[in-house]
């Protein structure tokens, strides 16, 4: 069985740290530890950082953000593959846990509706009993593709290619060949 704690440790690395952080053109607006404030505006954690209260409590802040949006979407703990988990896990965070799911389940021939059930947790634990390396270069490729049609689809790409996700589209596809 995975381990949320090995998962969550690479997560913030890939994420860059304990760092907040503002990218110009990244719609996320203001980010820390991976978490944007453009997308997550009720995370406890910014009450903190708007009062320069960096400390552990904010790290559990971090660390509970993570496992509750994400791990725990995926199911991450009855994965029976340490390297599977992480891998989902790391592209429920960056291209969403829906995605990320329907990507799993495309591969491996289950209903693809974004929910990680049971069944998809079943069918995945007997898929990467044989087919474990199978698995890992589908889901590299179906995640690089994923990145293509987020830019090919952003809508401010017509008004203004600096502020473009096409900006983002090598460093994302590093981070897959990186870490996967």
């Known amino acids: 069985m995975a381990d949320f704690n090995i998962s969550f440790k690479k997560g913030i690395d890939v994420e860059g740290g304990y760092h907040l952080i503002n990218v110009s053109g990244d719609t996320g607006g203001e980010t820390y530890a991976g978490i944007s404030r453009n997308n997550h505006p009720h ?35 009855q994965i029976n593959s340490q390297k599977v988990a992480d891998d989902i896990y790391l592209a429920a965070i960056n291209i969403g846990s829906k995605h990320s799911i329907k990507i799993t389940q495309s591969i491996i021939n289950c209903k693809q509706d974004g929910i990680f059930g049971k069944i998809t947790l079943r069918t995945l634990n007997n ?52 870490f996967y």
């Open 43 to 77: 995370w406890l954690g910014w009450g903190k950082i708007d009062n320069d209260q960096f400390d552990s409590q904010l790290i559990e802040f971090v660390k509970s953000f993570y496992e509750h949006k994400f791990w725990n979407k995926i199911l991450g703990s």
């Open 127 to 178: 898929f990467i009993k044989d087919k474990k390396d199978i698995f890992l270069l589908k889901f590299q490729l179906l995640n690089i593709f994923r990145y293509k049609d987020i830019c090919l689809h952003d809508k401010r790409r017509k008004e203004d290619k600096i502020k473009s996700n096409l900006k983002f589209l090598c460093g994302w596809i590093n981070r897959i060949q990186n």
